[in-house]
């Protein structure tokens, strides 16, 4: 993966565990080993009075933060010459069956982006703050539409979210000197690849508009937690007055190496809401 004027794709060039096809495959797993305890019986309970119900002694899931946010994870991706790799974006719900992400997370052997069912597996988990979490959403990826005009896709839900508010698109230019938030799943090192356990976030001001993307500077310091970094792409830049709802203005492409200075550019989704809304109405 390039870093400067890099594409924060999901690509890892310079093979990150690549499995060989034609030879023994690569699995990674948590594995907890151990023998069972013996649990002893609960004593009756005193005359008058009765066991709690366990299901009561749950914790409820959170209110999630945020819960249009999309994290995207692969690892079966196929490599030029034989074996697959791992990858992640990010991402944002903007329909009940529908996330809008970069056009790049979607490509064929030689980086070309593609559209129709994708090669490899592509899970979405939506509504979460953190990998470990209660709650949330997992679906794949069964479509995929790509913007004729700057680096966004559309990709379809094999299973609609429907208890989140998805984000709304933004209808107009944005101007210089806006705020917007970022969040995101990217990984914490130019690096050192993989997404992150938890959502990422950060806040930036436009700098430049041009016709399909914008350019957009850090509020205060840059670090890996509070800017794009590899596999943030396609997280959403947006507005939000509740930190519940929002309205996307624009998404993660490309940027300087994390976490050093200078402008990100980023995919207007005004210039195509309206093309997104014919894709997933």
């Known amino acids: 993966m390039r870093r400067t004027s890099e594409r ?3 690509f890892r060039p310079g093979a990150t565990a690549v499995a060989v096809l034609a030879g023994a495959g690569v699995a990674f797993a948590h594995t907890a080993l151990g023998a069972a305890a013996t649990v002893p019986a609960l004593a009756a309970p005193p005359t008058g009075h009765s066991l709690p119900d366990p299901a009561a002694r749950e914790p409820a899931p959170p209110d999630p933060i945020l819960p249009f946010n999309a994290k995207l994870t692969s690892d079966d991706i196929p490599v030029a010459g034989g074996g697959v790799r791992s990858g992640a974006c990010s991402g944002s719900l903007v329909a009940p069956r529908w996330v809008v992400t970069a056009g790049h997370c979607f490509h064929d052997l030689a980086d070309n982006r593609v559209g129709g069912r994708p090669r490899y597996t592509m899970t979405v988990t939506v509504g979460k703050l953190k990998d470990s979490d209660p709650g949330g959403h997992t679906a794949e990826v069964v479509d995929v539409r790509q913007s004729p005009v700057n680096d966004l896709a559309v990709a379809e839900l094999s299973a609609p979210v429907d208890d989140v508010v998805p984000v ?3 209808d107009t230019r944005p101007s210089v000197g806006e705020e917007l938030q970022f969040a995101g799943w990217g990984s914490h090192s130019a690096t050192v690849l993989g997404p992150s356990d938890h959502l990422k976030r950060g806040r930036f001001t436009v700098s430049r508009v041009d016709r399909a993307t914008l350019e957009a500077l850090p509020v205060g310091t840059r670090t890996v937690e509070n800017g794009p970094c590899p596999e943030d792409s396609g997280g959403p830049f947006f507005v939000s007055d509740d930190d519940r709802t929002g309205r996307l203005v624009a998404i993660v ?9 200078g402008p990100e550019t980023i995919a207007r989704v005004d210039v195509v809401a309206a093309w997104i809304r014919e894709q997933i109405g």
């Open 168 to 170: 709304a698109l933004a």
């Open 253 to 261: 492409n490309t940027g300087p190496p994390c976490p050093q200075p």
């Open 8 to 10: 924060r794709r999901l």
